[in-house]
């Protein structure tokens, strides 16, 4: 059995270093080292924390959970900074919001297809089909509704996904 190739992790003196390349190798390595320390406390203890370090040559290097800006506010000012539930609610209250302006959208829309329906159900009163229409006229007549009803589902069919989207269920209905 060969000796070991490599000096393998030794324990170094806490002293300066003073090989300026290998001080920027330890530097960097430790580092990261301790930004993933602070990201890990910030992570498993839910805490907020604020690291900031610089290089050798001046360069600053930060970390902040959940940003340098607000932890640096909250030991300024000593203010704790807003608690989760906070941000949840506040989350919560935009989706709510954005639900409130889909189900208004949709609601236009019904209205505006009921509209349609009522200026087709005049119209038809008004001038009913004459039977002296061709073959080919109403063919074009049939045409023409269908697209109609065509871009009526079409335009339907996002709206009804979204608010299914956000109560989780699909709730798609023939027109």
């Given amino acids: ?8 992790r030794q ?6 270093i003073q090989n300026t390349a290998a001080r920027s190798v330890t530097f960097s390595k430790r580092k990261d080292g301790l930004f993933k320390k602070a990201s890990e406390l910030a992570t498993l203890c839910n805490a907020d924390v604020a690291l900031v370090a ?15 800006r607000t932890v640096l506010n909250s030991f300024a000012h000593g203010a704790s900074p807003p608690p989760i539930d ?19 959208d949709i609601a236009a829309e019904k209205e505006r297809g009921e509209e349609i329906v009522n200026q087709l159900q005049a119209e038809r009163t008004r001038a009913p089909l004459d039977d002296d229409l061709t073959l080919g006229q109403l063919k074009d007549k049939m045409e ?11 335009h339907k069919e996002p709206m009804m996904d979204d608010v299914g989207d956000t109560h989780g269920v699909s709730s798609r209905n023939n027109v």
Avoid: H, W, Y
Wanted: proline content about 7%.
């Fill in 86 to 104: 906070f941000i949840a609610q506040e989350a919560s209250s935009r989706r709510s919001q954005e639900l409130t302006n889909v189900l208004n």
């Fill in 144 to 154: 023409m509704l269908t697209k109609l009803l065509e871009q009526i589902q079409a």
């Fill in 54 to 68: 610089f290089s050798p040559s001046g360069r600053p290097f930060s970390f902040g959970s959940p940003s340098l």
């Fill in 11 to 16: 324990r170094l003196p806490m002293e300066m």
């Fill in 1 to 8: 059995m060969e000796g070991k190739k490599t000096k393998g």
